[in-house]
């Protein structure tokens, strides 16, 4: 239940040739202490309860507990949220041995492109695409609790 990542800024929209599926994502946030967040989110045809515990210093490991719920428990669910949902489009591109998510953004973060990529290791290696640009790993503007709050269209 620990999820290590790392997250960077995407420099141009080659990733999407390369997308293997794409998907649409709702979600919003019930609790967006630093400490603790609950996110709930509509992504296919199903809705995800999360909970998310804070950031080890370097921005890499946190606690991560996922739990599958109906799409009708989800849209009941986000009406609770705090203010700023997310509406963004994943996708899911294949680079040697990982998948990385790519995660283009609308609304108030229009213009905003974020690639992660979960390890199984803080020092495992991986392949970095061409279009992968500046790491943004453990900069807590880029969470997307955090986006909900200050969107990348005020910076």
């Known amino acids: 239940m620990i999820e290590i990542e790392r997250k960077f800024l995407v420099t141009s929209e080659m990733f999407k040739t390369e997308a293997s599926n794409s998907y649409s994502i709702k ?4 609790n967006s202490h630093k400490k603790r967040t609950v996110r709930i989110r509509l992504k296919k045809d199903m809705g995800y309860l999360t909970v998310k515990g804070e950031s080890t210093s370097n921005g890499l490991s946190r606690f991560e507990w996922e739990k599958e719920i109906s799409v009708e ?16 489009i994943r996708y899911e591109i294949k ?10 953004f609308f609304g108030d973060n229009s213009g ?36 909900s709050k200050n969107p990348y269209t005020n910076w």
């Open 27 to 30: 979600q919003g946030f019930l």
């Open 73 to 88: 428990e989800a849209e009941s669910l986000l009406d609770l949220c705090e203010k700023g949902i997310i509406n963004k």
């Open 95 to 104: 680079c040697g041995n990982h998948i990385f998510e790519v995660d283009e």
């Open 112 to 147: 905003l492109v974020i690639a992660e990529v979960e390890l199984n290791t803080e020092n495992e290696k991986f392949i970095k695409p061409d279009w992968l640009g500046e790491e943004v790993t453990g900069d807590v503007k880029y969470y997307n609790s955090q986006l």
